[in-house]
């Protein structure tokens, strides 16, 4: 009997990012206390910029951003905010990015985690940005879902083609 495996990736739905943004934007446009603030959240290239007029405000707009994240499904462990808001001229400005992919050395951390406390048998090999878990038993790999869900990794994963 051949093996059964899975594999397990962090991967974000861009659609969904999109509208959990564009619902923030709706939300920042229509709410009093950001009226004529000059309050905006944008795609700028690959980063999400968000603007206003004070940092407290640039805050808020990251909060509702992060609050349409949850709403839609989205992890927040894949939202990478890039430090401390920024003034820039009479405004400040925060960027965030959206983080694919699981690293070589998170791979290794999750490589180890099952070898250490997996069922015995199950094999982990990384694969580019993601990890194959195999075993001759499904009830191995779920045991290993099930690990895998217990512990709080500081990146998203996701499991998938469980075959």
């Known amino acids: 009997m051949a093996d059964s495996s899975f594999d397990i990736v962090s991967k974000v739905e861009r659609q969904e990012v999109d509208n959990a943004l564009n ?45 349409k994240l949850i709403k839609r499904g989205i992890s927040l462990k894949t939202l990478d905010v890039e430090g401390e808001p920024q003034l820039s001229g ?11 992919g699981i690293s070589q050395e998170n791979a290794k951390k999750v490589a180890k985690v099952i070898r250490d406390e997996g069922p015995k048998g199950v094999k982990a090999q990384v694969q580019g940005d993601e990890l194959r878990v195999s075993s001759k038993s499904r009830d191995d790999l779920q045991a290993v879902q099930q690990l895998l869900k217990g512990k709080d990794f500081d990146f998203a994963i996701q499991f998938v083609n469980y075959r």
């Open 90 to 100: 009479k405004e400040y400005k925060l960027f965030a990015s959206i983080e694919e």
């Open 23 to 67: 619902q923030a934007a709706k939300e920042i446009s229509q709410r009093y206390d950001f009226k004529g603030t000059g309050a905006s959240i944008a795609w700028s290239g690959e980063k999400i910029e968000m603007r206003a007029s004070g940092e407290e405000r640039v805050k808020a707009i990251l909060d509702i951003f992060q609050t």
